[in-house]
């Protein structure tokens, strides 16, 4: 059974910390990506990796940074998290080269900023 | 540049009726249509997607879709829903020029009643 895995299905962190969100996948998936999902607005592109050390700004990158040191392994990080970071945050792994390819997400993490 | 429009952000509907999501994309080029299923509390989970040929698409859980080019549009629908059914649907859209990248809609949540 494939599976992209998020650390935390729920966090509470504070203004102003450092937060990072962890995601693996066992799928051998070249590309990662993350995004932040919010009422109305669905889903928006953070950043998204299509190698180790590779990275690219999807849409809304303002505020998030990313890792991918190892091929199964993509971190979001937020440098100093502020109120309006607050959302549901999931992460995704696909194929590389294959726009026609199924994304497979993970269940997602819930941040509160407060 | 491409975007996708899901022109219900609610649909109730009672049990055994059909239902209907509507969804348009704007694409300068040839793409790739998708339909994803949220459960409560969940990721998402691929229903269907279009990729060539045959402009109707069937998916799991009985669902549907119809890729019609001249509106740009790619409507989901089942003729008889169940109250598992509930969730929230997402229409998305990917093509050659924009790489892996996943483009979704705003979202359009299904309550079922029974």
């Known amino acids: 059974d494939v599976k992209v895995t998020q650390s935390s299905r729920y966090l509470v962190k504070r203004t102003g910390e450092k937060v990072f969100l962890e995601c693996v996948q066992d799928m051998d998936h070249e590309n990662m990506f993350w995004y932040r999902q919010d009422p109305g607005l669905g889903l928006r592109l953070i950043y998204f990796s299509y190698d180790v050390k590779m990275k690219e700004k999807g849409d809304i990158p303002e505020g998030y940074s990313v890792s991918r040191e190892k091929k199964e392994r993509f971190s979001l990080i937020l440098e100093s998290a502020s109120t309006n970071q607050t959302s549901m945050y999931l992460c995704a792994s696909s194929l590389l080269g294959a726009p026609n390819t199924e994304a497979f997400f993970g269940q997602g993490t819930r941040l509160t900023v407060v | 540049a491409q975007s996708v429009t899901q022109l219900d952000s609610q649909v109730p509907v009672f049990e055994e009726a059909p239902v209907e999501l509507r969804c348009n994309y704007s694409?300068?080029?040839?793409?790739?249509l998708f339909w994803y299923v949220q459960y409560p509390n969940q990721g998402l989970q691929l229903l269907l997607k279009y990729l060539s040929g045959s402009t109707l698409v069937k998916g799991i859980n009985g669902f549907e879709a119809e890729f019609n080019k001249s509106q740009t549009s790619f409507h989901l629908r089942k003729p008889s829903v169940h109250i598992s059914d509930t969730a929230e649907y997402f229409c998305?859209?990917?093509?050659?020029?924009?790489?892996?990248?996943?483009?979704f809609g705003g979202g359009t949540r299904v309550l079922v009643k029974p």
């Open positions: 998305a859209v990917s093509g050659a020029a924009a790489g892996n990248k996943l483009t």
């Open positions: 694409s300068s080029v040839s793409v790739y």
